[in-house]
């Protein structure tokens, strides 16, 4: 069974910058995808961005030119780097691998099998 754990969420003023990490330990099991998504308080989770194992990637309009999804395959590890943070921004990010049969489900989270704990981002302005 694969367990992923983020790390690398905090507290940052607008305009900052946040790495978020995502490691992934146990037995791999067949995935397409990798996501993060995020979820702010009384709103629904979000998809923020994906990398699919072809390498395509894709991002959310609000955060386009901003994030920057990535991993390293040897280590098993996944990266978000966020740049120019918002208050928007603010809320629990969580990261996700899964087999996706479409490429257009990237952000729907119920096509994802493997999820972190979550790490929390909060941007003040």
């Known amino acids: 069974q694969v367990r992923l754990v983020e790390s690398g969420g905090g507290s940052v003023q607008a305009g900052g910058s946040l790495r978020l990490s995502c490691t992934a330990s146990?037995?791999?099991?067949?995935?397409?995808?990798m996501a993060w998504f995020r979820q702010a308080p009384g709103q629904g989770r979000e998809g923020v961005a994906a990398r699919w194992a072809g390498g395509r990637t894709y991002y959310a309009d609000a955060v386009k030119a901003r994030f920057t999804i990535s991993q390293d395959t040897a280590t098993r590890t996944k990266y978000l780097q966020m740049n120019d943070l918002k208050p928007e921004d603010t809320a629990m990010y969580y990261c996700a691998t899964g087999l996706l049969h479409s490429l257009d489900d990237w952000a729907r989270d119920e096509e994802y099998k493997n999820w972190g704990q979550g790490t929390q981002v909060t941007v003040s302005s």
């Open positions: 146990g037995i791999p099991d067949r995935t397409n995808f």
